[in-house]
């Protein structure tokens, strides 16, 4: 086999393994091309257990109640509805939390210090040598002055800060624990996929029955020990993040 032959061949070799890579890699812009035209197409219903890595959910759950049934009476004990407080009060009800956070605080604080100092001690006359011929020798040995010292000091600092915070949504929590006195231990968490990027909410804190309302909600500023945790993480969060060697190096270096 000549080499121009086996030359053509791994050309030949190379364009196939690059079309079918393209191929493979570009299967959403061939869904574009196909969709030209057509209004975007709705994924058929599918039983989502059945879809890899589904988890079963494991959530705290309230002991099981037997059910009872009365004779000559149409309610059994254990039922959720008629004529029963429907608010959340034991493990595994749901609540809504209205997350509602308008925080704005404004401070400005300014310090200005200055000091000066001066300190001479020397001996003008050492027993009389300015007037003693003989003694004379000791005011060229002598100095006038034996100590002399200044200091000046001056200190000046500004700082101020103007921050504003505004967070205004609404998540539903899962009563996790009920604490001896009746108060409800809750935690909801939230997140939302747009693109590349998701955003993450999570509530949690401890709630008294009586400051849920009677449509199971409550309010954020009514939650003992809150935790409220608003962010993301994906593209946009990473880029906006500094890089690990410059986080180290801003802990390491002294200046």
Not at 119 to 142: Q, R
Not at 190 to 208: D, H, K, P, T
Not at 209 to 237: M, V
Request: glycine residues 10%; hydrophobic residues 40%.
């Amino acid at each position: 086999m000549s080499h121009k032959v086996r030359v053509v061949r791994r050309s030949l070799t190379l364009v196939v393994v690059a079309a079918l890579a393209g191929l493979s890699g570009g299967c959403a812009a061939l869904d574009r091309f196909w969709g030209v035209g057509r209004a975007p197409y709705l994924r058929a219903i599918e039983d989502p257990t059945a879809q890899p890595g589904y988890k079963p959910v494991q959530m705290p759950m309230p002991a099981p109640q037997p059910a009872i049934y009365n004779p000559n009476s149409l309610w059994r004990n254990g039922s959720r509805a008629f004529f029963k407080d429907q608010r959340a009060h034991q493990v595994g009800d749901i609540l809504t939390v209205a997350v509602k956070i308008t925080d704005r605080a404004k401070y400005e604080n300014a310090t200005s210090r200055s000091r000066a100092g001066a300190e001479n001690s020397g001996v003008g006359d050492f027993i009389g040598s300015k007037t003693i011929p003989a003694l004379k020798l000791a005011t060229a040995v002598l100095p006038g002055r034996i100590l002399t010292a200044d200091s000046t000091g001056s200190t000046e600092g500004k700082g101020s800060v103007d921050r504003k915070e505004e967070i205004i949504t609404n998540v539903a929590a899962v009563v996790t624990q009920v604490l001896p006195n009746g108060n409800l231990v809750v935690e909801g968490r939230q997140e939302i996929r747009v693109n590349f990027e998701i955003r993450e909410l999570i509530v949690a804190g401890i709630v008294r029955p009586e400051d849920i309302r009677s449509d199971n909600t409550i309010d954020s500023t009514k939650i003992a020990e809150a935790r409220i945790a608003y962010g993301g993480r994906g593209q946009l969060s990473d880029v906006q993040q500094a890089r690990y060697g410059q986080q180290l190096l801003d802990i390491a270096l002294p200046f």
